[in-house]
């Protein structure tokens, strides 16, 4: 079954101690990309990859960082998370040609004490 | 600079009234997509159609349709005969750049409630 899969699903964390959210995604996408959504403000972009070992930034990049090693994967790395941080958290992944439509996983609620 | 305005932030009915949620959008390209997205309560999300600006046909399946106005750059979603399962918040989006490669900027959403 075509998926992007994300983890964890639910966290809770303090100020400060790294983390990470791992995405996966089975459809040999070529493009990947995270997305956070606040009340109000529907979807933000926080980075996206064109490929392997490309990666930029969207409209929210500050406080996050990404890698994107392997085509399948893309994880999200908080350094230092901040009650601002505090969001739902999209995965999303898109064949190079054709549409753009885009695949996204579940979601990650992640919670920032 | 590409934007898109769901300028209805929440919407109620009762079941099987028909609802439009309206999608405006700003865009510096002459060729482009629109789509959009459901979210039910359960937070995935879920896409419901893509539109190539080339074509303005109206686009119907079952009880949605869907009306692309290039003249007044909106795209409109319409939900006939409303259910509660249709109850959910739906976004409107638009690629960043060029008419399908780039990332989607999205509405900021409207959230409807489909009472029974």
């Known amino acids: 079954e075509a998926q992007v899969t994300q983890n964890p699903r639910y966290l809770i964390t303090v100020t400060g101690k790294k983390l990470t959210v791992t995405c996966s995604q089975n459809m040999n996408h070529e493009y990947m990309s995270w997305y956070r959504q606040d009340p109000g403000l529907g979807l933000r972009q926080i980075y996206y990859s064109m490929n392997v070992e490309v990666t930029d930034k969207g409209d929210v990049p500050e406080g996050y960082k990404v890698s994107r090693k392997e085509k399948r994967n893309f994880p999200l790395i908080l350094e230092s998370p901040s009650p601002n941080q505090t969001s739902l958290y999209f995965c999303?992944?898109?064949?190079?040609?054709?549409?753009?439509?885009?695949?996204f996983g579940e979601g990650s609620r992640l919670t920032v004490l | 600079a590409q934007k898109v305005t769901q300028a209805q932030t929440e919407i109620s009915v009762v079941e099987k009234e028909d609802v439009t949620l309206d999608c405006v959008y700003e865009t510096r390209d002459t060729t482009y997509y629109l789509f959009w997205y459901k979210q039910p309560p359960s937070g995935e999300l879920v896409f419901l159609i893509r539109?190539?600006?080339?074509?303005?046909q109206n686009e119907i399946s079952g009880r949605y349709s869907w009306n692309f106005q290039k003249s007044t750059s909106s795209f409109n979603f319409t939900i006939t005969a409303s259910q509660v399962v249709d109850s959910a918040v739906y976004f409107c989006a638009l690629p960043r750049w060029g008419g399908s490669q780039g990332n989607l900027i999205f509405g900021k959403g409207t959230k409807l409630s489909v009472k029974p």
């Open positions: 999303a992944s898109r064949a190079s040609g054709g549409a753009g439509e885009l695949f």
């Open positions: 539109r190539n600006s080339f074509d303005e």
